[in-house]
């Protein structure tokens, strides 16, 4: 999620105007609500209305499709600091130091955490004159560092807190640390896999299809029983033949298209 973010942040680089919020507004509220409502009509067990419903995933965007929410408002905070690293780090500040209960709301808290990433992705765009990002090492770096990190991770309590940390800054460091060698990782074995002809084919396509897979896939989870690693290995393969499926035949409808996966572009 934090490659997805920093991918958001990345392809904003010079187009924060009103025109590209109200593309990101269409492209990623329409989706998140329009799903909402299906996932009402569902199997899906839902208290009140379909009214009650889509004014709870607004207040407390933590359901659903939440990170389209997210990466919305992840996109308004970019466009009122205009892109200035300066307003973005003060911004960042106040909303993590001020103690106010509505910050709870419309994920304000949580849209501290992920602006990280939005942010980091803008900015490696707008200076990317000033560095070598295209570096061997920095790949090095990223495919041996993050499955290290990954390891360590493997004995977690409840609250999947590494058992080594202690406490909130220590916890939320380790995280960025995570976020930012996986995106390191990403791009490496993208890289990677680009040298080869048609794995290269394969990777670009698979990437127009994640998102559209990801929101979808849930219609197929209960279709077989998933207990076991063999009904793991089922469910999984059930669900991504049957995402891709209906990926495939949304595409087809420009107008359902853009109300289910807002076209799967950021513009």
């Given at each position: 999620?934090?490659?997805?973010?920093?991918?958001?942040?990345?392809?904003?680089n010079?187009?924060?105007?009103?025109?590209w919020?109200?593309?990101?507004?269409?492209?990623?509220?329409?989706?998140?609500?329009?799903?909402?409502?299906?996932?009402?009509?569902?199997?899906?067990?839902?208290?009140?209305?379909?009214?009650?419903?889509?004014?709870?995933?607004?207040?407390?965007?933590?359901?659903?499709?939440?990170f389209?929410?997210?990466?919305?408002?992840?996109?308004?905070?970019?466009?009122?600091?205009?892109?200035?690293?300066?307003?973005?780090?003060?911004?960042?500040?106040?909303?993590?130091?001020?103690d106010?209960?509505?910050?709870?709301?419309?994920?304000?808290?949580?849209?501290?955490?992920?602006?990280?990433?939005?942010?980091?992705?803008?900015?490696?765009?707008?200076?990317?004159?000033?560095?070598?990002?295209?570096?061997?090492?920095?790949?090095?770096?990223?495919?041996?560092?993050?499955?290290v990190?990954?390891?360590?991770?493997?004995?977690?309590?409840?609250?999947?807190v590494?058992?080594?940390t202690?406490?909130?800054?220590?916890?939320?460091?380790?995280?960025?640390?995570m976020?930012?060698?996986?995106?390191?990782?990403?791009?490496?074995?993208?890289?990677?896999?680009?040298?080869?002809?048609?794995l290269?084919?394969?990777?670009?396509?698979?990437?127009?299809?994640?998102?559209?897979?990801?929101?979808?896939?849930?219609?197929?989870?209960?279709?077989?029983?998933?207990?076991?690693?063999?009904?793991?290995?089922?469910?999984?393969?059930?669900?991504?033949?049957?995402?891709?499926?209906?990926?495939y035949?949304?595409?087809?409808?420009?107008?359902?298209?853009?109300?289910?996966?807002?076209?799967?572009?950021?513009?």
């Amino acid at each position: 999620m934090a490659l997805f973010m920093f991918l958001g942040g990345y392809l904003s680089n010079g187009k924060l105007g009103f025109g590209w919020l109200a593309k990101r507004a269409w492209m990623l509220l329409i989706p998140f609500f329009v799903w909402q409502v299906i996932r009402y009509y569902s199997w899906i067990e839902f208290d009140g209305s379909v009214w009650d419903s889509l004014w709870k995933v607004a207040i407390y965007p933590q359901n659903g499709l939440w990170f389209l929410y997210l990466l919305f408002t992840c996109s308004l905070v970019l466009f009122v600091c205009r892109g200035r690293w300066w307003l973005m780090l003060i911004t960042l500040i106040l909303i993590n130091q001020i103690d106010a209960p509505y910050f709870q709301y419309v994920g304000i808290r949580t849209t501290a955490w992920w602006f990280i990433f939005v942010g980091m992705g803008y900015l490696v765009a707008k200076y990317k004159e000033w560095y070598v990002w295209d570096t061997k090492w920095m790949f090095i770096v990223g495919l041996i560092l993050y499955p290290v990190l990954f390891a360590v991770t493997c004995s977690y309590n409840e609250l999947k807190v590494p058992a080594f940390t202690n406490g909130d800054m220590v916890f939320s460091t380790y995280r960025m640390f995570m976020a930012f060698f996986g995106i390191l990782w990403a791009f490496s074995i993208a890289k990677i896999l680009l040298r080869v002809r048609y794995l290269g084919r394969l990777t670009c396509w698979l990437g127009t299809m994640t998102l559209g897979i990801y929101v979808s896939h849930w219609l197929f989870v209960r279709l077989i029983d998933g207990s076991g690693i063999i009904g793991a290995l089922l469910t999984a393969l059930v669900c991504l033949i049957g995402s891709t499926v209906v990926v495939y035949l949304i595409n087809k409808i420009p107008i359902v298209r853009n109300l289910l996966l807002g076209s799967l572009q950021l513009k």
